[in-house]
Structures are given as C-alpha cells and as structure tokens.
C-alpha cells in the first residue's frame, strides 16, 4: 500500500523540516548569518543541495532559501478519503527532507566539530562514526565505483537483531564488493556497533562505513552518489535531472532498512526513490512494486535476513560477478583494504625483516601442470603466532598465445589477488613484496598452497583468454628463496629495459581506454607507450593484454595512423577514434599537450597539472595534496575543471609516472615547464626526476621544482624559481 | 407511460425526470419520445446540396449500390462522404471558433486591456513561444505573449505551409501526414475548403473528399483544440489535481444557485473571481442567503473544475433538469451544446437564463454580452441579477441529495509530474507498467450524451470493461462528468473497478484508474499525452505504435465526429456508440473503418454496444502489444559494469 508509505513519508518529511527550522533558528542566533559552515575539505558544499539546486551553501544566512524550497516542497498530509495523488509529492517530499538533513548535519559540524572523525578513513579514539567523505576519500573511493570494483553501495538503515546477523549481512554485501553506508538506529542498537562487538574491522578499507548514528546521516551516502555524478559523470551542479538519472543509470545503491521503519525513515526512503534507489525491509511494511522511477521495483519488504542481500541485488537489478577462489577464508575487493596488525600477525613475509619476492615467468606447455602448487619448505602449521618467514612466489604460465611481454601484467596482479583475501595483507610487489596473515585466517584453515589457489583461479578468471596453464610453486626454504631472487631480478632488469626502450614512434598501434565510461560516458583515454593512462593503473602492456583477454572490452587497438602534429601529438587515427567513442563530444586530442585539445580525465586522473601563466611554468599536484595550490585552486577544484570528460585548455589530468616519460607536456617544452609540484609527490619520485632531468642537461632538477615549504603562490613560485634559476625561464613563453 | 427509471443510470437524473414528468415540464427526454430519428439521415443517405434535389437514395434491400445515384449523377459514395465532411468541417468551426476567441482574450490580456485576465502560468508561456518560434530571450513576459498571441492568431488565416503544432507531434506520424499531404495549412482554410470542395459538382472522389476531411480535423486536434488549451493554461492556470464534488445535489437550498454552462471558461473564471467579492457577499447577505454557489455545467464545468475544484451540476442531458429544481436563479451560457428549451424550462420557474456570446442568442433569454475588456464588470453584474433572483423563488425546491466526491486536473503536465515528482518527471513509469503488463494499454473515452441511449450508461459500461481489463482510461467531457457521478473519478475506485495490474499501479501513484483531463477541446491534451508516451520510449515511434484506442460511446454532436477523426488521423483505433453516419455507404464505410488502418494505422469503428465496443478496443489494445513484442512478460535484466558503459 503506497498510499500508508506516502502518508508516512510526508509526515516524516514535516517533522525532520520542523526540528530543522528550530535548528537553524537557534544556529543562526548563535553564529549570525555569516558564520562559514560546511563540511570538511569539500568543493561540493552541501552536495546534495548543490547537485540538485545549484546553491552551495557557504554561510547560515545561505541555508534561508534552501529551507523555503523544502517548505514549498513538502506537502499537505495526505487524505484518508478521496485523496490526491500522493506518489510524486511523497517523492518530493523526500527530497525535501534530504536538504533538510543536510542542513541539520552542517549545524551540527558547526557545534560539535568533533563529533565525527573528519578526513578520517578509521574510527578514532574520540569517535565511532566518519561522516561526511570529504574529496580525498570521495575521489580515492569514487575511482572504484568508476572502474567497477565497486559497483555501487547499500545503505544500511538501523540494526539487525543480533551482532551475528549484522555481520553476515555485511560479509555477504563485502563479497558481492559492495561498500556499506551505516547510519540510523533500531531499538538501541545501531548496525555499526553490532559489527564492532564481532571484531569486523570497520571503515573505508573495508568498505564497511559507519556514516553516523541517527537517520540523518543517511545525506552522507545520497550526497556520495550526487559527487560521483559531478565528479566523474560532468554532470553541473543544478542540473538535478541529470544527476537522478545519472545514479540511477550508473551507481547501483540500495537501501536496507533493518528493523522498524518510522515516519522519517520513510520520508528518507521516499527521497532516495528520486536517485532510482529502492528499499528492502526486513519488516513487513507495505511494497511498492511497480516500476518506473526505479528500474525495478521501489520497496520490497518482510525479506528474511539470509536472502536479504541477494533480494536486494535482484531488486536493484545489479549483476555481481563474484569470484569463487577455493579459500577457506572470504574473497573479493571489499576485503583489499583490511589491515592485519600487529597483534593480528600469525606470519609475516618481507616487509624488510625477511625476503618476500614474487615472480611470473613463461614456461613450455609440457612443463606445466594446470592448477599445482607446491609449498616448498615450512608451510604455516611448522610456524608458531607471530613468525617471520622468507618467501617466493613463482607462477609458471605456459599457452599458446602467451607472451613474455604478459608477464609482468600478470605479476602486477598478485597484489591485489592476495590481498583480496579476507585476513591476507598483502602490499608491494617483485622483491619488496610484503604479507601478512592473521591469526583469524589461520584459525579458518588458511595455508600457504592457498596463496597459489588464490593465483591458479583468479589468474584463470580475469586473464584466461592469453595463457592456457598455470602452476605454482611457493617456497619459504631461505636457501631456494635466495636463488630464485637472484633469477627473478634478473629477469626484472631485463623487463624494464624492454619497457624504457619502447616509444611512441616505434609502435603504429595504441590502445584505447574506455573503462571508465560507465561513470564519465564521453571521457576516452589513450594509452601510447610514452602516455600511461591517466589513472596510474594502465600503461600501453596493459591494454594490450587487456585487449587480448577480451577482444569486445573497454582497452581497443587504434592505428595511430598519420601524425598530424608532432609538437601536440595529435594523430589522425587517434582523432577519428576519439571523436566516435566520445559520443562526438570531443573532436580531436593531443597526446603532448596541456594548451591544445588536452586529453580529457574521467576524474580518476592521479595528478592534475596546471599553467601558471605569469611564471612561465607548469605546476602540477597529485590528489593526495588537499591544500591550496599556486593556481589558486585546491585539486579538487582543478578536477572538477577537467573532470567527465571534458576538454579545458590549460589543465591537464595525468598519472604518477607520466611526468617523467619523455612526451611529457612535450608542446610546451617538456618537463623542464614544470616549476611546482607537492613535496611528498616530489619525494616519491625524486630519483626518476633526477635521472630524466639529467638527461635533458639539468643537474638537481627536483631541487628547483618549488613544493609547498618553499612557495605557496604563483609569485613565491616566481621567486624561487628565479632563485634557482629555474630552465623554465629562458624557454619561450608559452602563451 | 414510460419508466423515467430507465432513462438514465444516474438518480439525481431519473429523481429530477420524475418531477419534470409530474410538473409537466418537456426536457429533451420527452421530446426524444415524440420525435424518431429520421431513417435517411440516420444513414445520411440525403443529399439536399443543390435545389434540384433533396436526392433521397435510402438503402433497399433491392437496390444495388451502383444505382443509388442522385439527380447530378452524384454516387451515394460521394453523397455520403460530402454529408460526413461537412459534419466534421462544422465540428472543427467549433471548436476553432472557441479558439480564436481565446486567442482574441489573449492578447487582449497580453496588451493589458482585459479586465481580470493575468498570465498566471508563465513556464507553459515559454514553453508554447518556444513552439511557436517566439524570440524569449531578454523579454518581457508581456512581450513575449504579444508576439505569442499574434502568431497564434495567424494560424487562423494562415494560407500556407503547415500549422505550428504538427511539429509536436512523434516524426513518424508527421511522415504519414505529409504522404497522404493531409498536414493543415491554416485553420479557417481547411474549412472554408470543405465547404467549396462539397458545394455541387466540385469534389467527387470519396477518397479525395476524406482525405480534406482529414485535413481538416487535424487543424482541429493539432490546430484550433490545442490553441484553446495552451492559451487556457497559460491565462487560467494549467489544472493540477483537485477535489471537486459532482452531480446535481451540489447545489444549494440557501445559497443564490448560479450555473454556467457553455464552452468557453473566459467569463466562467471571472464568475469565479467576483463570487468572493466583498460586494457580492453584502449583496448575498441583504437577501438572506448564506452565499453565492457557482456550480458548472458541460465543459464549462469541466474548465472551472480542473483550476478552481468548482462543483459539476452534471452533463448535457442534465442541463434542463438543473432548473427543474427549482433552485437555479442564474443560468449562464456561451456557447456549443446549450438547449433551446433550456429557455421553456427557465421559464417554469424564476430561473434567469443569461447567453453570453456575441455569436449566440436564444428567444427570450436575457443577452448581456461578455467582452474581456470590461469582463469583471459583467460576472459581477451576472452575479448581481442572480441574487436580485433569490428571492422570486416560487416554486417549491427539489434538489436530489446526490452529488460524488471528484479528483480531476489531470493535464498531460501533471501526470508528468505526478509519475516522478518534480525531480524525475517523466511518463516511465507509465511506459514501464504498460510494458511489463501490469498496465494493458490506454484508452481515450470521451464525448457526449445522447439521448437515444441510457444517459451515461454507454460511458460507464465501456469504462468499466476497460479498467477491469487494465486499461487505464483518460477522460473528457461529458464523458469526464459521467465518470465522476459514478465514483470513478476517486482514487478508491481503483481496488473497486480496476483489474490487479492497474488497480497496483494506480494505488502506487495515488490516481484513480479513470483520469479526469478536462473540456472536449482538452482532446487535445491526450494527443500531447499519447505524444510523451511515444518519445518517453519503449512503445514504438509513433503514436500508431501504441496499445492505445479511442472511443465516444454517447456521442451526438458535430465536434465529437471532429475529434473523433483527428485521433483516427494520428493513428489512434476510434469506436462510436448510438450511431455512424457513413452507414449509408459501404465503400466509405469500408475506407474509414478499413483502408484508413493501413493509410494512417488509426481507422474508425461502430459499436453501439458499450461491452462489445470495450472489447474491439482492448483487442486492438492486445494486437498493438503483440506488434511491439510486449505482449509476454520478460526476464528481469541484470546490469554489469560493461552494460553500464554501453548506456549512452
């Protein structure tokens, strides 16, 4: 009956507007009107409201006119008897109560600052609960939801009715890479809490995110969904069709309400319907089983507790392909960001203390046996809590259209596979590999041959179109670990020869990538030996192997074809191929340039560079640097100026490792234009900067890039550079 | 003697028939007693063009076709067709007559020199300028309706190119239009063209003469309809939803009774206005009377409920009976539809019956014309007269305790809006449930009474069957009135009326499964509906495509054959009820009710019975579903990430 779902949402919508109007009234009092709130490190203000309205809220006084568009909004409650139509003002209504919340959250930032843990990605001493995303989180997690290791999120309203259902639930939405927005409470209890009682680790690692206590903060996840829009879809801000349809389309969200549903929970549930996010109850509220506004049907209730998740995926009409590795422990992307502590530890490999090294390489077909891992020396049971244990992984691949080239695709890989393993830490890779596995995985029967399980089957189900067999040897006999070292870096310096030998010109094929079009439909990136895709995660050996794996995928071979500008890198093959698969949104694109036709960003680009005209030079800043740049932009300002895919002279996204390829900016002079950078993004690639500044005739080149402890604006940049007499100054002008 | 019971299914109605009987007082039912139905012109088998006839060519079971011929050698065929044409042409004069004056009160308000007329709905303003090509930008708002109302009014006497609106319409409907070169040049054109093309010895062709005919109904339903709606909108408001009340028991012992009844909702909405006028409330208070109650009759009523939730006395056959009781001091009309014997009745009683319109007087009723320049002034004066009138009541007042709860106001802009709300309006939702079947199709039933049939019996048995089989239906008229007599028109008669598919979908939205979309000249809202349907996507490209049909089960006026070809012409299946006025010629019949499927994939049909005219349609619904392949359900789809990317 939605005639008892509208009523109560309207009435719901009534009492959260009427205790804001009180909220504001007191705030207002208190602060004036040109009290500055917000939430933290954000350009999207209130994001919600400013997604849909257009009006960022920047002061109390701001907060006036958004609350008489909710007045306008909410309706008169609704008639028992031939009443008007109510659907489309409960839906109204809804929206109104989230700018209401919004409002509501934005005070209370102001009152008790402290009442969440801000720009934090853990709970803290001092509180349980995160809030508000603010941009750094947002773009780092907004990237997953882009390349669909996230497919979207549940929104988890109240409390299950035991710490043991919660956290089956939240294991089973972690499988199917969910994240997990947490808020509001049922009858005392509060999900969150209930999962903290079982020792699930909560936070944005594990995608397991407690927003706030109170149905309130249910803003956090609509207004994550609204940014993803902005940020990576281009969609501007006002345009609130847009934005729904957006959502709807493309994050694939749902709320779970567990336990008894009240008036403003209804009144949230009815605003999320408008963003094409349904609702499944655990109680037996009325449905809502037509469809339209959602793509399926819009609330779904009296689910029992073990089906309610895989109801919910169906309802919200999401395909999951969950992968089936055979681990005792649980798998899948949700489980990447989990920490093993130190308390955790039942061994531990690399991390500086003991060799951990892991090596792919190509083998004859008869060498091979498909799926055989051998453990070679101590496996876990011959270790006690708390040993250290040297380690090599050796993946043998054999297959007809295997190549050498694939090998370190694959080899890059065994990062994430083995992290994906629930109670598995892993990080690093070749010989500065370092794992960590916990007492709790031990205890559910985790051995060392299921590092190679791991391998054998995730190797077979992401890459199995370019190998035919796979075997597996891990040794942890400190004398083998030893040889195979020596073998494997051999073997890595080879690679990376191969690799810095490679350019532009000596390859007539680049590849596409369109992954991320799900979220930014007209962004196309193009991936050339001496352009690694924007994100840090592609380089031109990817999308080649990519492209092998799945012939129809996102990575395409385009024949560069006639070069049409050196200077720019602009191609004629590249032109075409952009033109199409941008929707004719882009017409043509440099490979080389930040000034003419620069390649567009989805929005997950890793840096950002930007002209600074009066210096002459170049800056650049990575998404890590939350703080105010020399072009008087923050990065997340910059990246909603190039973000969805669209073209903005002067402002270039690219990755990490770009900057010192050698086609790098090359229209405008090379690396030697670029005259600031973050310090940490400066240290972390100090010594390649050092060698190519080198090789363009410049000693000490890092050293005369300005950083954030030696300029903090264009004219301090100006200063230095000066000072360290920067090459960038007796280039020509750029402009 | 006759049983007055079994003159309609509506009480007040058969209550109010009894008392006339009594009193002695001749309505249209006892005169329909006295007076059969000519059998020739029933069949239209007549053809008096020219002075060396009348030619009666009545069909015989002996005759054969090819000798029913008149004097002028004129074939029943063209008889027939010219007669059919003539019909729609005065039809389409109608309700582009109402048009233009309201295009006239338009700009009359635009230059402000209208007494009480304001723009009151400026985005559907912009949204008509931009239609017609109007400059918007940097204008002001007066401006802009200046430049919008003068081209409007070209559209009247435009000699050539093609009207404005047809551009509305889905591309693929505009390519058959332009194949068969039936688009409307200008308005007046159309018809003025008929008449030459059907004076004698012009026009001979039956297919050449249906094809103008088309022609000309399309200036109607895309043309002079639509002008009157748009620019009502824009002047009056666009209607949302609204409770009203319904049926002759809304008016009032104690209250000056005022009804206006008519076409044309101009001095209607200023009744409206000077009702609630300090004056007029002293005035009501000197004659002991607790208030002025305005109540609405015909598609006046319609107007004045979908923007104010003004109360319905009730349809065209209930227009007599409203004075039969004895307490209506006023009776306002215009326009189309009003009785002579309204006058006889009034006459009875102290009733004052005043006509309104320049175009239109009645014997012995009082005129005071209504000019929009001075138009507070006359509905104050109007109002003043009916309460000079309480007090000659001298009659005993007999008012039948009926009267239904009513929701209507459902402009194609509202259900937009009410499908998503503000934030995601759009017709999807609609479009989906049609798809998944929980909604068969729509249907467009609206017209007259007619009093050869059971008052609102056709309309009501016809609705009935289409709900139950979940056909939403739209509504208009006075089939809209019939409707909400019989408790059709409250969202509770959905669960009541609907099959489960429909009822499930009007309970989500809140609707009533019957949709009250307002005054015969709003047909044109249903075309603009059929229209979103179309581009909302899923239901084919063209209006042709979709699981929808027409029908007019009580119709009897010339408009109604109007409509009734302009939705055949845009591609929507069409039933009659009572009668068909092509009967005397198979060929034209067979063109009409045959050829025109493949010509315009809309085509006419006759069906005097209310059920088996449902079914016709609901099969037809049925065949449309099969053509577009929706016609068995589908598996849910599942989306991954690579189907998220292909979505444009």
Not at chain 1, 542 to 562: F, H, L, S, V, W
Not at chain 2, 362 to 373: Q, R
Not at chain 2, 539 to 556: F, R
């Amino acid at each position: 009956m939605s005639k008892i779902i509208a009523s109560a949402a309207i009435r719901g919508a009534h009492k959260i507007y009427n205790k804001t109007e009180e909220r504001y009234k007191d705030a207002l009092e208190r602060f004036g009107p040109d009290q500055e709130v917000g939430f933290p490190n954000t350009a999207y203000y209130l994001p919600i409201i400013y997604a849909i309205t257009g009006i960022g809220i920047k002061r109390i006084g701001d907060m006036r006119k958004v609350l008489d568009i909710c007045k306008r909004l909410i309706p008169p409650p609704v008639r028992e008897i031939s009443s008007l139509p109510y659907l489309a003002p409960a839906l109204d209504a809804g929206m109104a109560t989230f700018f209401a919340e919004e409002i509501l959250e934005a005070i209370k930032y102001l009152e008790t600052p402290d009442f969440y843990a801000a720009n934090s990605e853990d709970l803290t001493e001092s509180s349980n609960w995160l809030g508000a995303a603010n941009d750094v989180i947002f773009r780092k997690r907004g990237v997953e939801f882009v390349d669909g290791t996230a497919p979207g999120f549940a929104a988890i309203v109240g409390a299950a009715p035991d710490s043991k259902t919660a956290a089956k639930i939240a294991l089973e939405l972690q499988e199917k890479n969910l994240y997990v927005f947490m808020c509001g409470e049922n009858d005392g209890k509060r999900i969150s809490e209930q999962l903290a009682e079982t020792g699930v680790q909560i936070g944005w690692p594990t995608r397991l995110v407690p927003f706030g206590p109170d149905i309130y903060q249910a803003v956090f996840a609509i207004g994550f969904a609204c940014r993803v829009a902005m940020a990576f879809g281009g969609i501007r801000p006002g345009d609130f069709r847009r934005n729904l349809i957006y959502n709807k389309d493309r994050t694939y969200a749902f709320v779970l309400a567990l336990g008894n549903v009240t008036d403003e929970w209804y009144a949230n549930a009815a605003g999320a319907i408008n963003w094409g996010f349904p609702t499944i109850a655990d109680t037996p509220i009325p449905q809502v089983l037509p469809t339209g506004i959602c793509t399926y049907e819009h609330v779904v209730s009296n689910i029992p507790h073990h089906q309610i998740v895989q109801k919910a995926v169906e309802v919200r009409g999401l395909k999951v392909h969950v992968a089936r590795v055979p681990i005792p422990v649980s798998y899948g992307p949700a489980f990447e960001g989990e920490r093993v502590r130190g308390e955790d530890i039942y061994l531990e490999m690399g991390g500086g203390r003991t060799i951990a090294v892991e090596w792919t390489i190509t083998k004859k077909m008869e060498e091979v046996e498909d799926g055989r891992v051998e453990v070679i020396g101590p496996n876990i049971d011959q270790f006690h809590v708390g040993s250290q244990a040297h380690f090599a992984l050796v993946a043998e691949v054999a297959g007809r259209n295997f190549q050498e080239d694939f090998e370190p695709i694959l080899e890059r890989q065994n990062h994430h596979l083995i992290n994906q393993a629930q109670g598995i830490m892993h990080i690093g890779q070749r010989d500065i590999a370092w794992i960590r596995i916990s007492k709790q995985a031990v205890e559910k029967g985790f051995k060392l041959q299921h590092i190679g399980k791991i391998i054998h089957a995730k190797y077979h189900q992401d890459f199995g179109a370019i190998f035919d067999k796979v075997q597996v040897k891990i040794y942890t006999d400190e004398e083998k670990v030893r040889e195979i070292l020596e073998a494997a870096r051999s073997s890595y310096r080879q690679r990376d020869q191969r690799i810095e030998g490679m350019t532009d010109e000596n390859v007539s094929t680049f590849y596409s990538c369109t992954l991320c079009q799900s979220f930014a439909p007209s962004h196309v990136c193009i991936v050339s030996p001496e352009r690694t895709g924007l994100c840090g995660a592609y380089n031109w050996l990817d999308c080649r192997a990519a492209y092998e794996i799945n012939p129809q995928g996102p990575n395409q071979p385009i024949q560069k074809g006639e070069c049409l500008n050196e200077q720019y890198g602009q191609f004629k093959g590249c032109n075409e191929y952009v033109r199409n698969a941008s929707r004719q949104k882009i017409e043509s694109v440099s490979l080389y340039s930040l000034l003419v036709d620069p390649m567009t960003t989805c929005g997950c680009c890793e840096c950002i560079a930007a002209i600074l005209p009066v210096a002459n030079g170049i800056m650049t800043v990575d998404r890590d640097f939350t703080d105010m740049t020399p072009c008087g932009m923050k990065f997340t300002t910059l990246a909603g100026a190039v973000g969805g895919g669209v073209q903005n002279p002067g402002f270039l996204g690219h990755s990490k490792y770009n900057i010192t390829q050698k086609k790098f900016l090359k229209a405008e002079g090379g690396l030697l234009r670029i005259v600031w950078m973050p310090r940490r993004l400066k240290e972390e690639i100090w010594e390649r900067l050092s060698k190519r500044g080198e090789e363009l005739g410049i000693q000490n080149l890092p050293d005369m890039i300005a950083d954030e402890t030696s300029a903090r604006t264009e004219e301090e940049v100006i200063a230095y550079i000066a000072e360290k007499n920067h090459p960038c100054i007796s280039m020509d002008p750029m402009i | 003697m006759t049983d007055e019971t079994l003159k309609s299914i509506d009480k007040a109605t058969t209550e109010l028939l009894e008392k006339a009987k009594k009193d002695e007082i001749g309505t249209v039912f006892s005169r329909a007693e006295q007076i059969k139905p000519c059998p020739v012109g029933l069949e239209e088998s007549c053809c008096k063009i020219c002075a060396m006839g009348p030619c009666r060519l009545p069909r015989t079971k002996k005759a054969l076709q090819k000798e029913r011929v008149g004097v002028c050698g004129a074939t029943i065929d063209t008889i027939v067709a010219r007669n059919f044409a003539r019909r729609v042409a005065a039809g389409v004069a109608s309700h582009s007559d109402h048009a233009r004056e309201v295009a006239e009160t338009f700009i009359k308000t635009a230059r402000g020199e209208s007494q009480g007329f304001s723009i009151k709905d400026e985005i559907k303003l912009m949204e008509v300028a931009l239609d017609f090509g109007v400059e918007i930008e940097n204008k002001e708002v007066k401006e802009i309706a200046l430049d919008l109302g003068g081209r409007v009014l070209e559209e009247f006497g435009r000699q050539n190119g093609e009207l404005r609106y047809v551009r509305k319409a889905p591309l693929k409907r505009q390519e058959i239009w332009k194949k068969f070169g039936v688009i409307p040049r200008g308005i007046d054109r159309e018809v003025v063209e008929i008449m030459h093309r059907t004076h004698m010895g012009v026009d001979q062709d039956y297919h050449h003469i249906l094809l103008q005919t088309t022609r000309c109904a399309l200036a109607d339903g895309w043309g002079g309809s639509m002008i009157s709606t748009d620019l009502q909108d824009i002047m009056f408001g666009t209607p949302v939803p609204v409770l009203g009340s319904i049926n002759l028991g809304v008016l009032k012992d104690d209250e000056v009774n005022v009804i206006v009844h008519g076409h044309e909702p101009l001095l209607p909405e200023l009744l409206v206005v000077a009702s609630k006028d300090p004056e007029i409330k002293a005035l009501t208070e000197k004659v002991n009377a607790k208030g002025v109650n305005l109540a609405g009759m015909c598609c006046s009523a319609n107007e004045v409920l979908m923007r104010h939730g003004i109360p319905c006395a009730g349809n065209f056959l209930q227009q007599e009976l409203a004075l039969v009781t004895g307490a209506v001091e006023l009776m306002t009309v215009d326009v189309q539809c009003e009785m002579q014997g309204l006058q006889s009745v009034a006459e009875c009683f102290h009733t004052r019956l005043i006509t309104t319109s320049d175009r239109a007087k009645i014997e012995g009723a009082t005129h005071i014309e209504f000019h929009p320049e001075h138009g507070f002034d006359t509905a104050k004066k109007i109002l003043k007269l009916a309460i000079e009138n309480y007090p000659n009541r001298r009659h005993e007042v007999y008012i039948p305790e009926y009267s239904q709860d009513i929701v209507a106001g459902f402009s194609h802009e509202t259900i937009n809006y009410l499908l998503g709300g503000l934030f995601r309006a759009s017709y999807r939702p609609l479009n989906d449930n049609i798809i998944n079947g929980r909604i068969r199709g729509v249907a467009g039933v609206v017209g007259c009474n007619n009093v050869r049939t059971i008052h609102d019996s056709g309309h009501i048995t016809m609705i009935k069957e289409l709900v139950k089989n979940d056909v939403l239906v739209l509504t208009t008229g006075c089939a809209a009135m019939a409707c909400g007599k019989a408790g059709l028109l409250v969202p509770e008669a959905a669960s009541k009326y609907a099959g489960s598919g429909l009822a499930e979908v009007c309970e989500t939205v809140g609707i009533p499964p019957v949709l009250h979309m307002g005054s015969c000249v709003d047909n044109s809202r249903i075309l603009i509906a059929a229209t979103a349907m179309v581009k909302e996507g899923g239901l084919g490209d063209d209006i042709g495509d979709l699981p929808v049909a027409g029908a007019a089960p009580e119709w009897m006026s010339e408009k109604a054959l109007a409509i009734g070809q302009y939705f055949v012409a845009s591609g929507v299946y069409t039933v009659f009820g009572t009668t068909w006025p092509t009967m005397g010629s198979d060929r034209v019949t067979e063109h009409l009710f045959e050829e025109y499927e493949d010509m315009f994939k809309g085509m006419w049909a006759f069906e005097p019975d209310p059920v088996e005219g449902a079914k016709l349609m609901v099969s037809h619904i049925e065949k449309k579903r099969k053509a577009l392949g929706i016609d068995k359900s589908r598996e849910r789809v599942l989306f991954d990430m690579a189907m998220r990317r292909a979505i444009e």
